[in-house]
Structure formats: structure tokens, C-alpha cells
């Protein structure tokens, strides 16, 4: 059986925009057609799909980096080069998109049906942008500019009201068979999920609910141990927890002992865990041998933590209803299931290097570009006096000025800057 996926690391790589045109209109008969060299275009981005027929992470497993189409480049005539196309990326619903370096939430793909994690490069301008009355022949153009690179982090939380947790071979998977829809492979071994499954629970006419059956959790789990850890943060989004214990002795362990391992665990993952609301299902009571206390030192123990113990037969159906409508009612009074909220702030930092800047001359004109310049352009008011000054501030500071000093910029020779243009002053 492959091995479910549920935690793995991409790189997401928006598309780089097209170069712009540097071409002049010849038409016979026209003496000067001037500049019509088209703008580049934009490259696609990257968007991340829901696809409910999806239920683990797999087909990550083996792909890790996903880059959308580049922007063609422009050409002559003002055509525009094609816009780049967006890459979809289909995932399970329920997957949280975390940043790999901060491991803050970037999005929560429950209910967000789709979300632009690596936006496209913009385009750059051709030379029938830079025309003026004084500037009639631009032989200059800009080159697009590269996407957005990400490294991201896709880790699937089941949307499932209710939690199976307990041993291995307890009897979680048999529960879920015989009160759902659900058909987990069932077998008398240890470790034989390796995987959730969800089932749909029907109590009643409109009452319904969704149960997972969380693979084993061995001791430890919660250290890295076995394959409890990597399959705990499937019990975050769950609003119940049913904690399966064995209490037949049908494998010479002791269910008080199991009960109290299996706690552990969870409160070692987190403490929210520890807290989240339980239900003690006690089964395989149709094993118990007649001189058996197992049962009644397993109930004891729980009702003293204020937990209440239902006793089941999964193998046999017995208490198996009652103990699903007892779940329904308890979770009408709970909060729905956990959404999570994005904690990573898009927030336009400009690159560590400012000094990345490239300067195109053409005569009297002077092209700088670069992704530090562009994205600080766009936080700037130019409107602002105090903004202007710092601006200012910042070109000389990584070094432009003296730069376009030592190529041989001139008084009045124009600075071109994205959308922005203005005339030097030494």
C-alpha cells in the first residue's frame, strides 16, 4: 500500500513578463511613422485550485517545483506580447498553505475555492512609451520583470467533525465500517491505516456528521516516534474526539495504561488537543472474559477525569448507535469545525540588494530598471513632500546617482524609472 501524503514542500514561480518592443512604423509614403514597438506580456501566476475528488497530497510527492508561462514579448505595429498562462494547482480541500520559511498560514483551502500564490511578472513597456515632442525616435525599451518565488508548504488537516484516536487495532477502522458509509481496509495487525478514512455518519433525517479514523498512535508519536506524528494534525480540525480503547485484554495489554498513553501523546502535540471534548468508546466488550475487572477499572479511571465511557462491540454492531446519536448530540453544542485564519501578511518587502539595478542609455535618456526600484516606486506618494525627500533619499543610498555620474549623465538628461520620469540635477 503507497504511503499517504499528507505535508509536503513546493516552490511556486510566477511567470517572468515579456520584453518590450524596440520597432519604428515603415510604411510607404510616410516620411516618419515613429515608435510602435509593443508592450511585453504579463506573465501568468500561479493559482491554487479545491478539487474534492482529492484526498491526500501525492501527486506532490515526486513534482516540487510548478512555474507558470512567461509573457511573450512584444513586437512591432503596438502588438502586445501574449500574456502569459496561469498554472492551476489542484489540491485536497481542507489543505492549509503555509510559508516555508516563517511557517505562518498563508491560506486555508476549506473554504476559499481558489487563491493566487505566485503572482505573474509584469510586462515591459516598448518603445512607443517613451515618445515625446523632444524624444521622437526611443531606440530603448524595458525588459519584464520576473514572478513571484515562493517556497510553501501544503499540509492536509481532515475536514472532519469527529476523530477516531486510539492504539493500533483497537477497532477504529471496524467502527467506522459499521456506522458509515466508510470502507477502510480492516485487518488483524498492527499499523493497518496508514492513512485516514472519513466516513459520513446518517443518525437521523438532517443529522449528520463526519468521522475520521486517525491512524494508530503509539507512544512517543508525538516525538516523531512511529506514525502517530505525522498524522496527528489531522485531530486539529476535529471538534470530538472518540479515544477507542481495547478492553477485551485479547493482546495482554491494559486498557487504563492505553487510555492514559494515548492522552499523553495528545497533550505532548498540543494542548488544545489535551482539551479538545472526548467521548470514551470501551470495545471488544463481547471478548471480555467473565473475571475480567478491565472494564470496570477503565470506566472508574475515566469518570474520574469527568469523561463518560460508552461501552461498544464494533465487530458486532452492539452499542454503536447509541453511541453515534450521543456523538450528534454533543456536537450540536459544539463550535463548528476550525477554519484557519491567515497569519502571513502580504507585506511588498523590497529585495535585500538595492544595488540589483540595471541602466539602459539611449542619447539623452536613461532607463533604470530593476525589482527593488519597482516595488519601492509603488509605496512611494509622490504627492508627498516628506515622501519625495526620502525617495531621493534612497537613490542616492544604493548607489544610482553615482552610477549615472560615471556613465556620463548630463544636467537635464532624462531619468526613466517605470512610471516614473523626471530630469536630472547633479
Not at 544610482?400 to 516614473?420: H, K, N, P, Q
Request: hydrophobic share 35%.
Amino acid at each position: 500500500m503507497e504511503m499517504f501524503v499528507d505535508k509536503v514542500r513546493i516552490t511556486v514561480l510566477g511567470g517572468r513578463g515579456g520584453d518590450g518592443a524596440v520597432a519604428f512604423h515603415r510604411e510607404k509614403y510616410v516620411a516618419s511613422g515613429g515608435p510602435d514597438g509593443g508592450d511585453g506580456g504579463h506573465g501568468g501566476s500561479v493559482i491554487l485550485k479545491i478539487n474534492d475528488h482529492m484526498s491526500t497530497l501525492l501527486d506532490f510527492r515526486y513534482k516540487r517545483k510548478y512555474a507558470a508561462q512567461a509573457g511573450a514579448n512584444g513586437q512591432g505595429r503596438n502588438m502586445s506580447g501574449k500574456r502569459g498562462e496561469n498554472l492551476e494547482i489542484f489540491v485536497p480541500r481542507g489543505t492549509v498553505v503555509r510559508d516555508a520559511e516563517t511557517n505562518m498560514v498563508i491560506v486555508d483551502m476549506s473554504e476559499t475555492e481558489e487563491f493566487c500564490i505566485a503572482r505573474g511578472g509584469r510586462g515591459g513597456w516598448g518603445n512607443n512609451h517613451f515618445a515625446t515632442p523632444t524624444r521622437q525616435v526611443p531606440r530603448f525599451a524595458k525588459a519584464g520583470l520576473p514572478g513571484v518565488e515562493r517556497d510553501i508548504i501544503l499540509e492536509l488537516k481532515l475536514l472532519a467533525d469527529v476523530g477516531l484516536v486510539g492504539f493500533p487495532n483497537v477497532g477504529k477502522s471496524t467502527l467506522l465500517s459499521v456506522t458509515s458509509n466508510a470502507r477502510p481496509k480492516i485487518a488483524n495487525y498492527h499499523f493497518t491505516t496508514l492513512y485516514p478514512n472519513l466516513g459520513v455518519i446518517y443518525v437521523d433525517e438532517g443529522v449528520s456528521f463526519v468521522m475520521a479514523d486517525i491512524p494508530g498512535i503509539i507512544e512517543g508519536a508525538a516525538d516523531g516516534a512511529g506514525l502517530g506524528h505525522d498524522f496527528l494534525r489531522h485531530i486539529d480540525r476535529c471538534r470530538l474526539l472518540i479515544h477507542v480503547v481495547d478492553v477485551s485484554g485479547s493482546e495482554d495489554r491494559d486498557p487504563v495504561e492505553d487510555f492514559d498513553a494515548i492522552c499523553a501523546e495528545l497533550e505532548n502535540y498540543s494542548v488544545d488537543l489535551s482539551d479538545r471534548p472526548m467521548i470514551v468508546a470501551a470495545n471488544k466488550v463481547d471478548l471480555l472474559p467473565p473475571d475480567s475487572d478491565n472494564l470496570e477499572r477503565l470506566r472508574s479511571h475515566v469518570e474520574s477525569k469527568g469523561l463518560p465511557l460508552y461501552e461498544i462491540s464494533a465487530g458486532t454492531t452492539q452499542g454503536t448507535k447509541n453511541l453515534m446519536r450521543v456523538v450528534a448530540n454533543k456536537l450540536s453544542t459544539l463550535p463548528p469545525v476550525t477554519v484557519y485564519e491567515p497569519e502571513y501578511v502580504e507585506v511588498i518587502e523590497l529585495p535585500s540588494d538595492p544595488t540589483a539595478f540595471e541602466i539602459d542609455h539611449e542619447g539623452s535618456t536613461w532607463v533604470i530598471s530593476g525589482t527593488w526600484l519597482e516595488r519601492m516606486i509603488c509605496n512611494i506618494n509622490f504627492d508627498d513632500y516628506e515622501s519625495r525627500n526620502y525617495f531621493d533619499l534612497q537613490l542616492r543610498k544604493c548607489g544610482l546617482f553615482a552610477r549615472l555620474e560615471e556613465m556620463g549623465i548630463e544636467d537635464g538628461d532624462t531619468v526613466s524609472i517605470y512610471d516614473l520620469e523626471f530630469e536630472y540635477q547633479k
